[in-house]
């Protein structure tokens, strides 16, 4: 009898962290080497963990016993190298010209991942928006410890909005010399889905790619993957989801957040005030690909559940919006047929 993957969403880890969420374990099936034989053939499953994008990544795959090693060193590869790429403070990289005047050619890493981010602005009407850099640079998340002053606020939203600040041509992508891209609330996820398609097309014949909490994971044999969703204001699982392929991707107020007079101020910012939206304490998404499972899951929790209900639902499978107020009385809303586990 095959058993069922579990795994987790809604746990981000940063690398300043001095614990490692556990976000791949296999029922305990996953030898602490990473190694064990599926199915008694010459089929392995291999588990590796990685770092990218300031976070922790875990890459399961299994394929035939030869390949599988090399499956997980040239995933190694393409997620040092989307590192750099997509990473804001590395100097060599496509993110980092484009914040410091460059235009990006349109067939490089990043602008495939700002015409992913331009498909998204539009469909969640700006809940999510990368443009916010210098609104998250003011507010200082994740270390950020107090309210930033109002009018320096009001001057960090002067420099944003996707509509009119990104310029797209045949050939390059610029911003406003102002504009501070941060893609934070995609890139992980979109680093995931060039991983598992990497991973898929070399030949693996079940995978799973997780980073920072957001997962994409695939299975030619049926095998289920049980995802625990975390609940926001409890220290267990708000439920578990089943999945034999898709992705799953979780954002939530308690990832990064300071409390002053009572009040919980997190990352998850608005744009239309530059202050934390407050709409919700935890919002999880199922889609096909982890890129738009992960900026929708940043969205909705911005949104909330009456501004995510206008969320295009041909774009995602299914959502879950946790709201919770004063005194952590939580509230679950449902949109999409969620595929709970049983």
Avoid at 66 to 76: L, S
Wanted: aromatic residues 8%; glycine residues 8%; negative net charge.
């Amino acid at each position: 009898m095959q058993l069922p993957y579990q795994v987790w969403s809604g746990g981000r880890t940063t690398l300043n962290s001095r614990k490692l969420l556990v976000t791949a374990l296999v029922l305990s099936l996953v030898a602490a080497a990473g190694y064990r034989v599926v199915h008694r053939q010459r089929t392995v499953e291999l588990s590796r963990t990685f770092t990218v994008l300031g976070t922790f990544a875990t890459v399961i795959v299994t394929a035939e016993q030869q390949e599988a090693p090399v499956f997980i060193q040239k995933a190694d590869s393409l997620l040092a190298y989307l590192d750099v790429q997509l990473g804001r403070f590395s100097e060599t990289g496509q993110l980092y010209r484009l914040n410091n005047g460059c235009s990006i050619p349109v067939d490089q890493e990043l602008a495939e991942l700002i015409l992913k981010s331009d498909t998204m602005v539009t469909a969640t009407n700006g809940c999510f928006d990368p443009s916010l850099g210098a609104v998250v640079q003011l507010w200082g998340f994740p270390e950020a410890t107090c309210i930033p002053d109002s009018n320096d606020i009001i001057q960090a939203l002067a420099r944003t909005g996707w509509e009119t600040r990104v310029h797209f041509t045949a050939d390059s992508v610029t911003i406003d010399s102002s504009t501070v891209m941060d893609f934070g609330a995609i890139a992980k996820g979109y680093a995931v889905d060039r991983t598992y398609e990497l991973l898929m097309r070399l030949g693996a014949s079940e995978c799973l790619v997780e980073a920072g909490g957001e997962i994409r994971c695939g299975s030619s044999t049926g095998r289920i993957w049980n995802i625990g969703i975390r609940h926001p204001r409890e220290d267990n699982l708000l439920g578990i989801i089943g999945i034999t392929s898709g992705a799953v991707a979780t954002s939530g107020d308690y990832e990064c957040y300071f409390v002053e007079d009572g009040v919980r101020y997190s990352h998850l910012l608005d744009r239309r005030t530059g202050y934390p939206s407050g709409n919700a304490a935890s919002a999880t998404v199922v889609a096909d690909n982890c890129a738009t499972a992960d900026a929708f899951a940043t969205a909705a929790a911005v949104a909330g559940p009456d501004r995510a209900s206008e969320f295009p639902d041909s774009l995602y499978t299914a959502m879950v919006i946790v709201t919770s107020d004063s005194n952590d009385r939580c509230e679950t809303h449902e949109f999409g047929d969620v595929p709970w586990a049983n």
